[in-house]
C-alpha cells in the first residue's frame, strides 16, 4: 500500500488527483500507476488502469494470483477490469470519500480489505476540498463547463469589509444561493471549502469569513463581538451580492447564528441547515462537561488546574484540549491542511464571545438560550450531525422536537467536522435536503 500512496503523491504533483494503485504478483511489483486523466487528457486512465496497463500483457494464471493495491475504492470502470483479468483480491486505502463498486466485487467472489489508511484519507479529503469541481468529473457527476468563481470585499460598518466567495450560478432560473456560516465565533470558513461541491449553475454556494477573522478586517477592538453585529453582517452580505433568497448553513456558531437570523422572519430565507450545532450555550456546556468528565482523571486534572489559575494558553492545558477534540472534533489523522489553515488563523471573537475552549464558556455568548423560541422557526430545517459530536443526539433531539417538521441526519462514526470524515454520505444528505426546497 504504501507504493500505491507514493503514487497517488506523484499524481499529486503532477497536478492530477491523488490515486495510485500497485498490482503484486507473488510479492513482486508487475504495474503500478496513478490517475493520469488530467495529465494525460485521457478519459479512462484511473489509477488502476494505469497500473493494468503499465503491467502489459501478462498470462491469464499471473492475474489470477494476483493482488491489487489502490489507494481509494475503485469506480465501476475499475472494477470491472479487475473481474475481467481475475484479480481475486483488491487491497484499499479507504472508502470514507468515495465508496466505490465493493459489493459487486465481493458479490463474484474478489476477496476485498479496506485499511481506512489515515493518509490516504488526508490525500483525499484535502483534494476534494480544493478541487470539487475537478473530482465530480473524475467521477462522472457535474460535467458540466466550469462554474463561475467569484471573490469579492463587502462593506458592513465603520468602514470594515469581508471576504466573500460565490461559486456557481448563472442560470436562467436559480434556486435559492447557499450561504454559509461558518463556526468560531473566529473559525475561518476554509474548514468548509468542500461544500463547494454543492454548486451549479442554477445555485450558488457563498461562503465569507466573518469580521474578525481569515481574509476579511480583524480590528483588535474585543467590545465589537456582540452576537447582534453579527446577525445584522448577514443581512449586509446578502444585499451586496444579491441574495434575494436564501438557505443558511449555520455549522456550529453558524448554526447559534443561523437560528438567531432565522427569529427575525427574514424575508426570502428558505430554509435553514444546522450543522453540528446548538439552540442553548448552556444546553452545550452541559453536555460537553458530560463528555469531559469521559477523559482520563489525569487529563481532567489538568484542565481544571488551568481554568482555576487562568492559565489556559499554558501548552499543559493545550494538550489536554485536543485529547477531547479528537474524540470530539475530529477524529482522523492527520489533519487535513484547510482545517490546519482554520485553527491556525482563529481570530479575536472565539475568546471574547466563547472561551478558550469548546468546552470552557466564559464569553458573552455564555447566557444564549432559544430553546423556547425554536418553535418560531417557519421554513424547512435539516439537522445534521455525528455520533460523537460535541453537538451530542441529546442536543439535536431538543431541536428535531422543537423546530416544526426538522429533519436530522446522525452520521455514524464522525464527530464535530462530521463533513471532513464522511465527505460523501455529509453532501448526499444535503443534496436531499436541498433538492426538495
Known amino acids: 500500500?504504501?507504493?500505491?500512496?507514493?503514487?497517488?503523491?506523484?499524481?499529486?504533483?503532477?497536478?492530477?488527483?491523488?490515486?495510485?494503485?500497485?498490482?503484486?504478483?507473488?510479492?513482486?511489483?508487475?504495474?503500478?500507476?496513478?490517475?493520469?486523466?488530467?495529465?494525460?487528457?485521457?478519459?479512462?486512465?484511473?489509477?488502476?488502469?494505469?497500473?493494468?496497463?503499465?503491467?502489459?500483457?501478462?498470462?491469464?494464471?499471473?492475474?489470477?494470483?494476483?493482488?491489487?493495491?489502490?489507494?481509494?475504492?475503485?469506480c465501476v470502470m475499475c472494477s470491472g477490469a479487475i473481474l475481467l483479468y481475475g484479480i481475486p483480491r483488491v487491497v484499499i486505502g479507504e472508502?470514507?470519500?468515495?465508496?466505490?463498486?465493493?459489493?459487486?466485487?465481493?458479490?463474484?467472489?474478489?476477496?476485498?480489505?479496506?485499511?481506512q489508511e489515515p493518509a490516504c484519507i488526508a490525500l483525499m479529503r484535502d483534494f476534494i476540498a480544493q478541487h470539487p469541481q475537478l473530482w465530480n468529473e473524475d467521477i462522472g457527476v457535474g460535467t458540466e463547463p466550469a462554474l463561475a468563481d467569484e471573490e469579492r470585499r463587502v462593506a458592513v460598518e465603520d468602514g470594515y469589509?469581508?471576504?466573500?466567495?460565490?461559486?456557481?450560478?448563472?442560470?436562467?432560473?436559480?434556486?435559492?444561493a447557499l450561504l454559509i456560516l461558518?463556526?468560531?465565533?473566529?473559525?475561518?470558513?476554509?474548514?468548509?471549502?468542500?461544500?463547494?461541491?454543492?454548486?451549479?449553475?442554477?445555485?450558488?454556494?457563498?461562503?465569507?469569513?466573518?469580521?474578525?477573522?481569515?481574509?476579511?478586517?480583524?480590528p483588535d477592538e474585543p467590545g465589537r463581538w456582540?452576537?447582534?453585529?453579527?446577525?445584522?453582517?448577514?443581512?449586509?452580505?446578502?444585499?451586496?451580492?444579491?441574495?434575494?433568497?436564501?438557505?443558511?448553513?449555520?455549522?456550529?456558531?453558524?448554526?447559534?447564528?443561523?437560528i438567531e437570523y432565522a427569529l427575525a422572519r427574514p424575508p426570502g430565507l428558505a430554509g435553514l441547515i444546522l450543522a453540528n450545532s446548538t439552540p442553548s450555550s448552556a444546553l452545550w456546556g452541559a453536555e460537553a462537561a458530560r463528555l469531559r468528565a469521559e477523559l482520563p482523571a489525569a487529563l481532567r486534572a489538568i484542565l481544571a488546574r488551568h481554568e482555576a489559575a487562568g492559565s489556559t494558553d499554558h501548552p499543559d492545558y493545550q494538550e489536554a484540549v485536543w485529547a477531547y477534540y479528537r474524540r470530539h472534533v475530529l477524529r482522523i489523522e492527520p489533519m487535513p491542511e484547510h482545517v490546519r489553515r482554520s485553527l491556525e488563523h482563529i481570530g479575536q471573537p472565539y475568546g471574547v464571545m466563547w472561551g478558550p475552549s469548546e468546552f470552557h464558556i466564559t464569553g458573552n455568548l455564555k447566557d444564549w438560550d432559544r430553546s423556547a423560541r425554536l418553535g418560531e422557526i417557519a421554513v424547512p430545517t435539516l439537522l445534521i450531525s455525528g455520533e460523537h459530536d460535541e453537538s451530542t443526539p441529546a442536543i439535536n433531539r431538543v431541536m428535531q422536537q422543537g423546530i416544526p417538521g426538522a429533519r436530522w441526519a446522525l452520521l455514524d462514526g464522525c464527530s464535530h467536522l462530521a463533513h471532513i470524515e464522511a465527505p460523501e454520505a455529509y453532501l448526499k444528505a444535503l443534496r436531499e435536503f436541498l433538492a426538495g426546497l
Open 226 to 258: 456582540r452576537l447582534e453585529r453579527f446577525v445584522a453582517e448577514i443581512g449586509r452580505v446578502r444585499e451586496a451580492l444579491g441574495l434575494d433568497r436564501v438557505v443558511l448553513y449555520g455549522q456550529s456558531w453558524g448554526g447559534m447564528l443561523a
Open 1 to 74: 500500500m504504501q507504493t500505491a500512496i507514493e503514487e497517488a503523491r506523484r499524481g499529486l504533483a503532477e497536478g492530477g488527483i491523488p490515486i495510485g494503485a500497485v498490482i503484486v504478483h507473488r510479492g513482486r511489483i508487475i504495474g503500478r500507476g496513478h490517475n493520469r486523466r488530467v495529465q494525460n487528457g485521457s478519459a479512462i486512465l484511473h489509477g488502476e488502469m494505469d497500473a493494468f496497463e503499465n503491467a502489459g500483457r501478462q498470462p491469464a494464471a499471473v492475474y489470477r494470483e494476483a493482488v491489487l493495491y489502490t489507494t481509494l475504492s475503485p
Open 182 to 218: 461558518h463556526g468560531g465565533p473566529g473559525v475561518p470558513h476554509d474548514y468548509l471549502d468542500g461544500l463547494a461541491a454543492l454548486a451549479a449553475p442554477d445555485r450558488r454556494v457563498v461562503f465569507y469569513d466573518q469580521l474578525g477573522c481569515g481574509r476579511s478586517d480583524c
Open 95 to 115: 472508502n470514507h470519500t468515495f465508496m466505490g463498486e465493493e459489493e459487486l466485487l465481493r458479490a463474484r467472489g474478489v476477496a476485498v480489505e479496506v485499511l
Open 161 to 176: 469589509r469581508v471576504w466573500t466567495r460565490s461559486v456557481g450560478g448563472g442560470a436562467a432560473a436559480e434556486r435559492p
